[in-house]
């Protein structure tokens, strides 16, 4: 599947593109909301499963409103645990660790600061878990999914597409990098993407990206440390970086890896 093959439904603050692999389909929610979010909905036989949720009040009543013919059967919450206002009686799914860093952990921390920044505009409310899952397969409205934890949380392998679903990629903007380390892990992760050959990969702040946008990361990764081991502040590391990627998004995402290189 092609990542520009879609049809587009605009809706009043959003946009669905909706990828139609024949039997099941797959319907990527551009949120436009203040952090870029995005919402994953994976539809197979009227059922629906979606990969975490809108945290935006409007977002999470735009989004109902569109799923209002479909039966959804759960939401896989990784991440993105606010917005609990959002089909608060769906069965919600998560591992320990996703459920932790959401209600205590750094997820929370985050969910506080974007309170903090939005205000009433934004749903703060945490998804609560009804599911614990474990890593491997799990079932959910006949819909296969793979479930593979992570340090924070969990990333979803759907099979019957062939795409994996992970936090963030961006192949044109700045991520969150902490270190050299955190940066190989990444590539090691990338790499291993590529090896295995899906045609899509989903992020919660991007629309879909594919194998090509992944290698353009891994370069970017590369160079990243390569540039951290030439300067000897922080001053000099952002602006060379932002020198090397004049093009780049995610201001406040470089602004936190200069941190994590050069603390």
């Known amino acids: 599947m092609n990542k520009n093959t879609f049809k587009t439904v605009k809706l009043k603050k959003g946009e669905l593109n909706i990828y139609d692999f024949g039997g099941i389909k797959l ?4 949120t436009n909301d203040f952090i870029d979010d995005e919402v994953f909905i994976i539809e197979k ?13 409007d977002n999470n009543e735009e989004l109902t409103e569109y799923l209002k013919d479909v039966e959804v059967e759960g939401i896989l919450v ?18 320990q660790n996703a459920l932790e860093y959401s209600e205590n952990g750094g997820g929370k921390a985050l969910i506080n600061n974007f309170t903090a920044a939005f205000g009433k505009i934004f749903d703060n409310s945490v998804h609560k878990i009804t599911d614990v899952i474990n890593e491997g397969k799990v079932t959910i ?3 296969d999914f793979i479930i593979k934890q992570t340090s924070e949380a969990f990333d979803i392998e759907i099979p019957e597409i062939n795409a994996v679903y992970t936090h963030m990629l961006g192949h044109d903007c700045h991520s969150i990098v902490a270190g050299a380390g955190h940066a190989d892990a990444i590539i090691a992760q990338l790499k291993d993407y590529i090896d295995k050959g899906y045609d899509l990969i989903l ?7 594919d194998l090509k946008d992944a290698q353009t990361k891994i370069d970017y990764l590369e160079n990243l440390k390569s540039i951290a081991e030439k300067c ?3 001053d000099e590391f952002k602006s060379e970086v932002q020198k090397q990627y004049p093009n780049y998004s995610g201001e406040n995402y470089l602004d936190m890896t200069t941190g994590f290189f050069f603390s």
């Open 27 to 30: 319907h990527a929610y551009k």
């Open 45 to 57: 036989n009227g059922k629906a499963v979606i990969i975490e949720s809108p945290c935006f009040f």
């Open 78 to 95: 990784a991440y993105h645990g606010a917005g609990a206002t959002f089909l608060p009686d769906v069965p919600k799914y998560a591992t």
């Open 141 to 143: 409205g006949d819909i």
């Open 203 to 209: 992020t919660s702040h991007y629309t879909p990206e």
């Open 232 to 234: 000897t502040d922080s």
